[in-house]
């Protein structure tokens, strides 16, 4: 896999995931959304971590720095 993710695109990530991990575990999200709140937190970590969306790939989408 080609890394289609720049940094700051990783740190947003990040960032929102853990935005979701805290909305779940303080109750404020529940139920049905609070499971898909995770899945999504979880693939954003995912992501993040190995610096490839799957979704960016079939666009052709990048956003890491161009290499000259």
Same mark, same amino acid.
């Given at each position: 896999?080609?890394?289609?993710? @720049?940094?700051?695109? &990783?740190?947003? &990530? %990040?960032?929102?995931?853990?935005? %979701? /991990?805290?909305? =779940?575990?303080? @109750?404020?999200?529940?139920?049905?959304?609070?499971?898909?709140?995770?899945?999504?937190?979880?693939? %954003?970590?995912?992501?993040?971590?190995?610096?490839?969306? #799957?979704? =960016?790939?079939? /666009? @052709?989408?990048?956003?890491? #720095?161009?290499?000259?």
């Amino acid at each position: 896999m080609k890394k289609n993710m @720049g940094s700051t695109d &990783r740190v947003i &990530r %990040f960032i929102v995931a853990a935005i %979701f /991990f805290v909305l =779940y575990f303080t @109750g404020t999200v529940t139920g049905t959304w609070g499971i898909v709140l995770l899945v999504v937190a979880g693939v %954003f970590i995912l992501t993040s971590l190995v610096s490839f969306c #799957p979704l =960016y790939a079939p /666009f @052709g989408l990048s956003t890491c #720095p161009k290499k000259d």
